[in-house]
């Protein structure tokens, strides 16, 4: 099984600020990762797909890099209502999610 | 426009069985894969079980392999997953979700529901 780790676990933050969250594969996942916003209470919301392809919808502030074990989710300029839990989720191999990052106000 | 809406959630004695419903609207669940994520209270997302858009192909994480039965009613566009030999780490809000296609078991979620609530408990 291919194990997916994020980190940090939890980033403190100011609107504004650029926010760089990272995610690792155990193994090579080329392009296969994808990920999702999720708010208190609430589904999760795809942001972002083969590593970075933003989803219809979704501000341009958000993007992500990375292939094979590697990859990053960007927040240019960070927004209210950005504050919130991010997960990666690699597709290469069955599928399995990171363990979260929580985005918190400074 | 795509929605999905779970059901069936409540407390069940540990050993005991539910079945979860998550009616679609806006598209048909024979089009897409489709599939069932969990998350633990406080705790990350774990992915269940996936069907294919034809129903033929079904694929589970190993967690619940051989307790957990997911299908769909075309006539009613709906999805369920039927879970049996409950335990207590079986307790989580469980999501459905839409692929964006048709019969890969790899793939990501481009749509959930809100989520129906088990607990498992005595």
């Known amino acids: 099984d291919i194990q997916m780790t994020q980190s940090p676990s939890t980033l403190s933050a100011s609107v504004g600020d650029r926010v760089t969250i990272t995610c690792r594969a155990s193994?090579?996942?080329?392009?296969?990762l994808a990920w999702y916003q999720q708010k208190p209470g609430k589904a999760p919301k795809l942001l972002i797909y083969k590593a970075s392809t933003l989803q219809s919808g979704v501000p341009a502030r958000f993007s992500g890099s990375g292939s094979g074990t590697e990859f990053t989710l960007t927040v240019s300029s960070l927004q209210p209502d950005d504050f919130a839990s991010y997960f990666c989720?690699?597709?290469?191999?069955?599928?399995?999610f990171g363990g979260g990052t929580k985005v918190e106000i400074k | 426009e795509v929605q999905l809406l779970a059901s069936g959630g409540g407390l069940i004695q540990p050993g005991g069985s539910l079945r979860l419903s998550c009616a679609a609207s806006?598209?048909?669940?024979?089009?897409?894969?489709m599939g069932w994520v969990r998350q633990a209270p406080g705790k990350g997302l774990e992915w269940v079980s996936i069907?294919?858009?034809?129903?033929?192909?079904?694929y589970y994480a190993d967690s619940v392999k051989g307790r957990f039965t997911i299908s769909r009613d075309i006539s009613r566009n709906t999805l369920y997953l039927h879970l049996t030999s409950l335990r207590a780490g079986d307790t989580a809000v469980y999501y459905c979700?839409?692929?964006?296609?048709?019969?890969?078991?790899?793939?990501?979620?481009?749509?959930w529901g809100q989520g129906t609530l088990v607990t498992v408990s005595s």
């Open positions: 069907i294919s858009g034809g129903g033929d192909n079904t």
């Open positions: 989720q690699q597709y290469h191999s069955q599928l399995s």
């Open positions: 806006g598209f048909n669940v024979n089009a897409y894969a």
């Open positions: 193994q090579s996942i080329n392009s296969w």
């Open positions: 979700a839409k692929t964006t296609l048709f019969s890969s078991p790899r793939h990501f979620f481009d749509y």
